[in-house]
């Protein structure tokens, strides 16, 4: 691929800049807007849709299986599109993934019911269900790429942060539709109520694609370009290559990941079913957290420019660590506003992660495999992390009939992220910095 030798003005570059920041956090929330739709669904709808002849545990083991299916996908998500934008680009991949999540939504919200079509309902939702995540898998590298390398060497945490957005204005979009249309709908919430978010998905992928067709690729994948290091198959050379990071930044992950859809996803069912709380108060409660989360999650990000990386991550992997028995000491006071406390508060540690942590995972690779070897790691923690937690702390209520054994596990986790992070040690300040100086912004033929 040619660029032609006109160099960006500053001004030009500031609008880029922008443009990237914007591009790769709407992008972001569109994608999880249509992630936390379906957790929501498999917490509140799908179990008596689409598995009405299991008894209630069985069904929501069934619904949230499904769920880890599409986490599942996602490593292989993240290997086809890694592939893609480590050879052709950060902003044609992210067109592809966008495209793919949104469609696959909204054809979730005319899928008909296991009453209508029987065992083809469930088929055809697990279908769907894999092409979200191998959509999601794509998507998360190249947007932090988009905002990352476009901005400053020295605001890596803050820029990386922008993108890391897209969950919280995700989950905000999702649960105050998904809560407007449970009031709305009444007693049509389980025939048409519920569908008519997944639907909205295609008004929301326009707007996106929309912006991110105005975004050129980003600096230093054109300085790949022009010095022609584009990698055969980056995928193989990130395994080949970085395997201790690829590990790493999948193992460091579990601290932010497991816990979070615990405390949005999880509690959906736990507070409805255990502590028979009110849906539209648990709803109401998720949408506050996500809403605080527009403003802790850049704000730990650009404290991580300040303080250093690893030191803020550490922090909030401690505050996960010690969080994990109050939250449910608190939701299972049977007091309304406690409960209500714990879950609003519940994203603040795991912001504390999820803030620095595009930064932190990015910059242990190279910039000729490092859409292949992020992803990768990335995505790899839904496999042990995110995908499974729901299922096990469903698992963990029935066996030991308490939320301490979950409190419990959520530790587990911490200290898994602790550990990785002492061995994670990234590349050198100086070799990163280089990177951003050598990769003058130049606008493509």
């Given at each position: 691929m040619a660029v032609n030798a006109k160099a960006?003005?500053?001004e030009e570059r500031r609008v880029q800049v922008r443009r990237a920041a914007v591009a790769s956090t709407v992008g972001t929330a569109i994608e999880w807007y249509d992630y936390f739709l379906y957790g929501t669904a498999a917490a509140l709808v799908f179990p008596k849709l689409f598995f009405p002849n299991s008894d209630p545990y069985v069904g929501q083991l069934q619904a949230f299986a499904t769920m880890?299916?599409?986490?599942?996908?996602?490593?292989?998500?993240?290997?086809?599109?890694?592939?893609?934008?480590?050879?052709?680009?950060?902003?044609a991949t992210l067109i592809v993934t966008l495209s793919l999540m949104g469609i696959s939504s909204a054809l979730m919200g005319v899928l008909p019911s296991y009453a209508s079509i029987g065992a083809w309902?469930?088929?055809?939702?697990?279908?769907?269900?894999?092409?979200?995540?191998?959509?999601v898998g794509g998507e998360w590298g190249g947007s932090?790429?988009?905002?990352?390398?476009?901005?400053?060497?020295?605001?890596?945490?803050?820029?990386?942060?922008?993108?890391?957005?897209?969950?919280?204005?995700?989950l905000l979009f999702s649960s105050v539709l998904m809560t407007i249309f449970l009031n709305l709908s009444g007693n049509g919430?389980?025939?048409?109520?519920?569908?008519?978010?997944?639907?909205?998905?295609?008004?929301l992928v326009v707007i996106g694609l929309f912006i991110r067709l105005r975004v050129l690729e980003t600096p230093q994948f054109q300085q790949v370009l022009r010095e022609q290091q584009v990698v055969r198959v980056p995928v193989w050379e990130a395994i080949r290559s970085n395997p201790k990071e690829i590990v790493l930044s999948a193992l460091v992950r579990m601290a932010e990941q497991a816990p979070f859809y615990l405390f949005i996803t999880f509690i959906l069912s736990y507070g409805s079913t255990y502590m028979h709380y009110n849906k539209g108060f648990l709803t109401n409660a998720t949408t506050c957290a996500a809403?605080?989360?527009?403003?802790?999650?850049?704000?730990?990000?650009?404290?991580?420019?300040?303080?250093g990386r690893r030191r803020m991550y550490a922090i909030g992997?401690?505050?996960?660590?010690?969080?994990?028995?109050?939250?449910?000491?608190?939701?299972?006071?049977?007091?309304?506003?406690?409960?209500?406390?714990?879950?609003?508060?519940?994203?603040?540690?795991?912001?504390?992660?999820?803030?620095?942590?595009?930064?932190?995972?990015?910059?242990?690779?190279?910039?000729?495999?490092?859409?292949?070897?992020?992803?990768?790691?990335?995505?790899?923690?839904?496999?042990?992390?995110?995908?499974?937690?729901?299922?096990?702390?469903?698992?963990l209520m029935h066996k030991y009939g308490h939320s301490s054994a979950i409190s419990a596990y959520i530790v587990f986790n911490a200290v898994v992220t602790l550990i990785a992070l002492a061995f994670l040690k990234g590349r050198r300040e100086e070799e990163i910095v280089r990177e951003y100086q050598s990769a003058e912004p130049y606008i493509q033929a």
């Amino acid at each position: 691929m040619a660029v032609n030798a006109k160099a960006l003005t500053e001004e030009e570059r500031r609008v880029q800049v922008r443009r990237a920041a914007v591009a790769s956090t709407v992008g972001t929330a569109i994608e999880w807007y249509d992630y936390f739709l379906y957790g929501t669904a498999a917490a509140l709808v799908f179990p008596k849709l689409f598995f009405p002849n299991s008894d209630p545990y069985v069904g929501q083991l069934q619904a949230f299986a499904t769920m880890f299916l599409g986490f599942a996908a996602r490593p292989v998500g993240a290997a086809i599109f890694g592939h893609w934008g480590d050879r052709i680009g950060r902003k044609a991949t992210l067109i592809v993934t966008l495209s793919l999540m949104g469609i696959s939504s909204a054809l979730m919200g005319v899928l008909p019911s296991y009453a209508s079509i029987g065992a083809w309902a469930p088929t055809i939702l697990i279908i769907l269900r894999i092409l979200q995540g191998i959509g999601v898998g794509g998507e998360w590298g190249g947007s932090v790429l988009m905002s990352i390398e476009w901005g400053h060497a020295k605001r890596r945490g803050f820029m990386g942060s922008w993108p890391q957005l897209g969950v919280a204005l995700g989950l905000l979009f999702s649960s105050v539709l998904m809560t407007i249309f449970l009031n709305l709908s009444g007693n049509g919430f389980y025939t048409w109520g519920w569908r008519v978010p997944f639907l909205l998905s295609l008004v929301l992928v326009v707007i996106g694609l929309f912006i991110r067709l105005r975004v050129l690729e980003t600096p230093q994948f054109q300085q790949v370009l022009r010095e022609q290091q584009v990698v055969r198959v980056p995928v193989w050379e990130a395994i080949r290559s970085n395997p201790k990071e690829i590990v790493l930044s999948a193992l460091v992950r579990m601290a932010e990941q497991a816990p979070f859809y615990l405390f949005i996803t999880f509690i959906l069912s736990y507070g409805s079913t255990y502590m028979h709380y009110n849906k539209g108060f648990l709803t109401n409660a998720t949408t506050c957290a996500a809403i605080l989360s527009l403003f802790s999650v850049p704000f730990f990000g650009y404290l991580s420019d300040r303080i250093g990386r690893r030191r803020m991550y550490a922090i909030g992997a401690i505050a996960v660590l010690i969080y994990a028995y109050p939250y449910f000491w608190m939701v299972d006071s049977g007091i309304a506003a406690l409960a209500f406390l714990a879950i609003v508060i519940s994203l603040i540690p795991h912001d504390m992660l999820y803030g620095p942590q595009a930064a932190l995972i990015a910059e242990a690779f190279p910039v000729k495999i490092r859409y292949s070897g992020a992803s990768l790691g990335y995505q790899l923690a839904s496999l042990v992390a995110g995908g499974p937690a729901p299922s096990i702390a469903l698992w963990l209520m029935h066996k030991y009939g308490h939320s301490s054994a979950i409190s419990a596990y959520i530790v587990f986790n911490a200290v898994v992220t602790l550990i990785a992070l002492a061995f994670l040690k990234g590349r050198r300040e100086e070799e990163i910095v280089r990177e951003y100086q050598s990769a003058e912004p130049y606008i493509q033929a």
